[in-house]
């Protein structure tokens, strides 16, 4: 995310000419597969649920009803893009290494582990944590702190959902994600100079927010591993980084957690990352953002305040000066 970057413009704003290729070609089978179909569907109102594309093999569909949360009139971006464009460093630093080699992660069995301020430690195993609540389709925009975003059709129930099921403590102030960390079924490269276990953590009430969300699936199916398979969060109005990914543990605690970019580079990455388009990076700007899939050549896109979402948070920041708590 940040070490391989050179001069002013991020190594990440450049689509590697695989990606491109693959997308092309996705195009021009997808004009014949009919996932434009699909799409136009859910343009036209309708149920909100969507379909990935019919020529990837498929992976176990999920029970999703429609959410009110969900963007409408933004089209989704292609499942192609969503799991050929990831940052997932366990398994490499480009963005093609996750849908190369995430296949090695074993999602079964999987528990997540409930710890600290807490009535009781408790375990939930995935399955029986899919089954807590029902699932929803929640389409978010999603924007990664290196300057790209997408739009993408989640599945998963509100993180609060999980939280209340914890019992926390009245002193659990700060809730603590922390991913998967083995070294069997992870590369956990040198070079992308991350301490492992990646880590991350929100304030009890971001964590509350019903748009905060624990999220299992995408597209209406299970979680590709590249995508975080098979638990991770999603917090749109943050960049992409405050999502860990394959979680195995939810540390309930009183203070402000150290988070792994945050530790790794404070200046450029704060414990809040609430996406801000006034506050840059201190290497490049944040006002504006590629949309991935778009036309190589289509204009970069004006970064909104909490990422658009500013109607629904920007309560839990009143009173904040967000440039200093970035
Ligand atoms: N465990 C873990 N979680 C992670 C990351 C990671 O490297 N490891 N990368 C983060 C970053 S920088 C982004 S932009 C999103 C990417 O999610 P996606 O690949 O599903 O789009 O995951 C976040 N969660
Ligand atoms: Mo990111």
Known sequence: MLIR?????????????????????????????????????????????LMRPRDVEAAEKLNVVGSPLSLT????????????????????????????????????PWAVQVEGLVKQKKTFDIDALMKLK?????????????????????????????????????GAN????????????????????????????LRMDEAMHPLTLLTFGLYGEVLPNQDGAPVRLIVPWKYG????????????VKSQPETTWSVM?????????NVNPNRDHPRWSQKTERVIGAPIYAQRKPTLMFNGY?????????????????
């Open 5 to 49: 970057t050179k001069a002013e413009i991020p190594s990440s704003e450049i689509t590697p000419r695989e990606t491109y290729m693959n997308r092309r070609a996705f195009m021009a089978r997808a004009a014949t597969a009919g996932v434009v179909a699909s799409v136009a569907a859910v343009a036209g109102g309708g149920i909100s649920r």
């Open 73 to 108: 009139g933004e089209a989704p971006t292609s499942f192609e893009d969503i799991t050929h464009y990831n940052n997932f460093y366990e398994f490499g630093v480009d963005k093609g290494d996750p849908a190369r080699y995430a296949g090695t992660l074993k999602t079964r």
């Open 134 to 170: 029902q699932m929803e389709e929640r389409v978010y925009r999603f924007r990664c702190v290196e300057g790209w975003s997408m739009v993408i059709p989640w599945a998963g129930y509100s993180l609060s959902e999980f939280i209340k099921a914890c019992d926390p403590l009245p």
């Open 174 to 201: 700060y809730v603590q994600f922390i991913s998967l960390a083995d070294s069997k079924t992870e590369k956990l490269p040198f070079d992308a100079g991350i301490s492992w276990p990646y880590s991350e953590g």
């Open 241 to 252: 980084f405050k999502s860990a990914k394959s979680i195995v543990k939810v540390k309930f």
């Open 265 to 273: 580079s404070p200046g450029e990455y704060g414990f809040y990352s």
């Open 310 to 326: 500013g109607d629904q948070v920007a309560s839990l920041y009143a009173g904040m000066d967000l440039k200093k708590n970035y």
